[in-house]
């Protein structure tokens, strides 16, 4: 079974504040995700990541900033956290070849930022 | 932009009932749909469907893909408590090969009665 964990399911940190989130798979996936997930508007990708040191921006990059520096690992950046990025993260990972497979998802974390 | 709509948003009903999720979308050159389920944690992956008119089965749960019309379906029958959930729909545009990512839905929060 496809392992994907978040290092935190709850954080709560200040407006300002830098802010890590870590995500690593244990399934050798080359394309990982990060996610953000509100009432009202669903899943919507803020960057993704298709092999180590690579990145490419989703749908609501900014204010965010990744980081892979190993292929298990997918680190997602607050650079100075806002009320408005209270939210559920969600990281995810698949294969890169064949192209076309389901993403496999971590439990989340709930970060509030106050 | 490729876009997912999903109907209704929220459904309440009782167990044994037969429920119909749907999923419509607009991509550039489609390549696949997913169905996904939220309990409180991970979404988990259902369904991916490619083709139009291939019934894909999983126990009480069936789903279906409509090319022509841009539709999928997600059929739930004898609806137990634990089908409970928000189920995500997504679509995969793109090319072959290249690295495309999903699109979501906002979800559907299906609350089953006991």
């Known amino acids: 079974d496809v392992k994907v964990t978040q290092s935190s399911r709850y954080l709560v940190k200040r407006t300002g504040e830098k802010v890590f989130l870590e995500c690593v798979q244990d399934?050798?996936?080359?394309?990982m995700f990060w996610y953000r997930q509100d009432p009202g508007l669903g899943l919507r990708l803020i960057y993704f990541?298709?092999?180590?040191?690579?990145?490419e921006k989703g749908d609501i990059p900014e204010g965010y900033s990744v980081s892979r520096e190993k292929k298990e690992r997918f680190s997602l950046i607050l650079e100075s956290a806002s009320t408005n990025q209270t939210s559920m993260y969600l990281c995810a990972s698949s294969w890169g070849l064949p192209s076309n497979q389901p993403q496999h998802f971590g439990d989340g974390t709930r970060l509030s930022i106050l | 932009e490729d876009k997912v709509v999903q109907s209704p948003l929220s459904l309440v009903v009782h167990e044994g009932d037969t429920v119909t999720l749907n999923c419509s979308y607009e991509?550039?050159?489609?390549?696949?749909l997913l169905w996904y389920k939220q309990e409180k944690k991970a979404p988990t992956f259902l369904f991916m469907l490619t083709s139009s008119g291939i019934e894909k089965k999983s126990g009480r749960l069936s789903s279906i893909l409509d090319k022509k019309e841009l539709f999928s379906i997600l059929n739930i029958t004898a609806t137990q408590t634990g089908d409970s959930a928000i189920y995500l729909c997504?679509?995969?545009?793109?090319?072959?090969?290249?690295?495309?990512?999903?699109?979501f839905g906002k979800g559907i929060t299906l609350s089953v009665r006991p």
């Open positions: 991509v550039t050159n489609f390549r696949s």
């Open positions: 990541s298709y092999d180590v040191k690579m990145k």
């Open positions: 997504a679509v995969r545009g793109g090319y072959t090969g290249a690295n495309s990512k999903l699109t």
């Open positions: 399934m050798d996936h080359e394309n």
